[in-house]
Structures are given as C-alpha cells and as structure tokens.
C-alpha cells in the first residue's frame, strides 16, 4: 500500500492548481487473484489533501500528512509554455525507476496522463523535456540489454523530435 500511495501523492503533487484528473497510477483493488487495474483519478486541494477514486471500481481515498515530505513534488513544478509528449507504460515504466532518486525529473514523469488511444500524455515545458532527455541519453550510453536499449532509443526519438518541434513553434 505504501507503493501507491507514494505514487498517488506523486502524481497530485506534480500538477498544482489542475481539477480532478486521470493519473498514470494503476487501481490494485480488487478479487483476491485479479486486480482492478483502472486509472486512478487525484485531485489535490493545494494545501494538505489529496482526494482520488478509481475510475472503475468504487475504491477511493484521502490522503494528508505528506505536504514537505520526500514524496511532495509540488517544488518541481515548473510554469511556462508547455510541449506535449506522449509514451507508453513500458516507457513510464523504465523512467519511473530511473527518476527514482530525481524528484526534480520525475515530477515532470508521473504527471502523465492516460489518454483514450492508450498513450501517455505529458504536458511540460521544453527545459523539463529537455532534462528528461538528458537522462534518456545517458541510459542510452549505459544500457546493454538490447530490448532495453531499444526501448530507451524510442524514447529518445520521441522526446528529441518534441523539443525540436516546440523549438521551431
């Protein structure tokens, strides 16, 4: 339980002064053998309460106590003309856990957003894309398993071709 509810203040905690929205964090309620698995909706209120409820089954809860803990990304919010970029789970996946201990880049990482095609859609400005592909470079030079690096490839395309398209906008 600690998992998602580090997830969930993340992602809140990432988008400030947003309405209630769809997060990129999964539902594990559910049948002992099955979980839900359906988006999680947040609304943080700006001051010390995160309200969120699955957007498929009745599960919902508030979370407090988090304002200024290691969890709380609402410093990293960054404000200004935002690119959209978009990815897959695989790819949220990968750059969660390279973000792990960057809460500066992952601020901008768990604010994605699922849309209806089954992408990932992240709205930031070009100088947080531009970090995130920093980071995507480096694992490109220090990744050797191939499906992996293939993966971190595809990520680095479509990250520099969003930077490059809101540079020439």
Do not use: Q
């Amino acid at each position: 339980m600690s998992l998602i509810t580090r997830a969930l203040i993340e992602a809140a905690t990432s988008r400030l002064g947003e309405p209630r929205w769809r997060s990129s964090v999964r539902c594990i309620a559910g049948a002992e053998s099955a979980e839900c698995s359906a988006w999680i909706e947040v609304t943080y209120d700006g001051v010390n309460t995160i309200s969120w409820s699955c957007s498929k089954c009745a599960e919902t809860g508030t979370i407090t106590g988090f304002v200024g803990d290691d969890n709380d990304l609402s410093v990293f919010v960054e404000f200004g003309p935002e690119v959209v970029w978009t990815m897959d789970e695989r790819e949220l996946e990968l750059l969660t856990r390279a973000t792990a201990s960057l809460p500066e880049l992952r601020g901008t990482i768990v604010r994605a957003e699922p849309d209806d095609a089954g992408r990932l859609v992240v709205r930031a400005t070009v100088e947080e894309l531009d970090d995130i592909l920093k980071l995507v470079e480096h694992l490109r030079d220090s990744t050797r398993a191939r499906a992996k690096a293939e993966l971190v490839v595809g990520l680095e395309r479509s990250l520099s071709a969003a930077v490059r398209g809101a540079s020439t906008d």
